[in-house]
């Protein structure tokens, strides 16, 4: 089974989708982290992000992967080296949706994506996952949330990595991503017409969860 999760930036995508995978027992495939791996190699090797054909010739030769760790968070493997944590450095953050926007590179990493989903059963989030990546999975999901909550959530989360942050730097970046997001041509952010839509502001993160994994153990 194939569960896709799909929203904008800070909604709760991953903390939700790491839960339910542990929860059910799946494979969890965070691609928003694929994608900033990516950008940390760019900003490492000085590749500007707005050079596309250089971007792309290093997403061609990237080793990119995901280990799930029963008891501790995702580790992100990027060319044999662990980044789980380098990847969440605000330089990423600030760059990631320009990498993420540019079409070949897409091309290469859902690619990547669609392999990991051949491993078994597994719950992948991102912008386009129910849309492109994998349009029959079989259960999907649109989590979303109040401007301000997400926000409040990104900047809470920022805070927590030791990352000192002002709340107004956090809006401005999350509005900025939104936009790049949402109006890129090369699969933008939209909700599938058959996921179930999730408003998260004014929920707990055990009630989304729960919303979630009842509607997947529905029917199978």
């Keep these: 089974m194939i569960i896709a999760i799909d929203g904008p930036a800070g909604a709760g995508k991953s903390t939700v989708a790491k839960i339910l995978a542990k929860k059910l027992g799946f494979l969890y495939i965070d691609t928003g982290a694929m994608y900033r791996a990516l950008t940390l190699k760019a900003l490492d090797n000085h590749v500007p992000v707005n050079d596309e054909a250089a971007v792309i010739r290093l997403a061609q030769g990237v080793k990119i992967d995901l280990i799930n760790n029963p008891d501790g968070p995702l580790t992100v493997m990027l060319d044999g080296k662990d980044v789980s944590l380098a990847i969440r450095q605000p330089r990423i953050t600030q760059f990631v949706s320009d990498v993420a926007k540019i079409k070949e ?3 290469v990493l859902v690619q990547m994506q669609r392999e990991m989903g051949r491993r078994g059963d597994c719950i992948l989030d991102g912008r386009d996952i ?3 990546v994998f349009p029959g999975a079989q259960r999907k999901f649109f989590i979303d949330a109040s401007p301000g909550e ?3 959530r990104r900047y809470k989360e ?3 990595l030791g990352q000192k942050v002002e709340e107004q730097d956090v809006a401005a970046d999350l509005a900025n991503r939104d936009k790049i997001d949402s109006t890129r041509q090369t699969s ?3 909700q599938a017409a058959d996921a179930i839509y999730i408003d998260t ?3 707990s993160i055990e009630q989304v969860v729960e919303k979630m994994y ?3 153990k529905q029917n199978g």
């Design 158 to 160: 920022l805070n927590g």
């Design 214 to 216: 009842n509607s997947c």
């Design 130 to 132: 129910g849309t492109v």
């Design 150 to 152: 997400r926000v409040n």
């Design 188 to 190: 933008p952010l939209r």
């Design 201 to 203: 502001t004014a929920l």
């Design 105 to 107: 590179v897409r091309q």
